[in-house]
């Protein structure tokens, strides 16, 4: 019985049955993402990051409306207003808003374009504002004026109900 014990186990990979070695389950899966999800993200203390006053070639602005494709519509306080590209470092990282505080780069070659170099939080484009850096009409911290007025339009009367 031996002997059978051994050629069987000589002429196959695996072991006998009773001396298979059972190893432990695999642990079950979370479903709250992957590795970069526990890595964490190195860039969420905003608190020590210092505030960017504009240079030569830059411009405060203030989004008018989001165009998609990582494009917006921004006024510039110079009084124009051009076409603004959210760049790569930006794009899935910081979500810029309507109506959000912006510092943009002035293209030289094109006047009616410009880039987005940082998105201004609400404090920081308050503090701007008591800087003097932006102009005292400048509204912060309004997105897109909803207007609630209009109720000839709605086609259901909630007095009824």
Known sequence: ?????????WCTPFP????RIRSAPMPKNKGKGGKNR????GDRDD??????????????AQVVRMLGNGRLEASCF???????????????KVWVATGDI?????????DDKCDV???????DARKLKA??????????????VVDDEDDDDCAFDFDEL
Not at 38 to 41: A, E, K, T
């Open 117 to 123: 170099l940082i998105k201004y939080t609400a404090d």
């Open 102 to 110: 912006v510092l943009v780069a002035l293209r030289e070659f094109q």
């Open 47 to 60: 608190g020590g990051r210092e505030l960017v006053i504009k240079e030569e070639g830059t411009e405060y």
């Open 16 to 19: 006998p049955p009773r001396l």
């Open 131 to 144: 800087q003097g850096e932006l102009p005292e009409s400048t509204r912060i911290n309004e997105g897109a």
């Open 1 to 9: 019985s031996s002997l059978a014990l051994v050629l069987w186990h």
């Open 38 to 41: 526990r890595r964490g993200r």
């Open 78 to 92: 110079d009084g124009k207003t051009r076409l603004g590209h959210i760049r790569g470092k930006m794009r899935k």
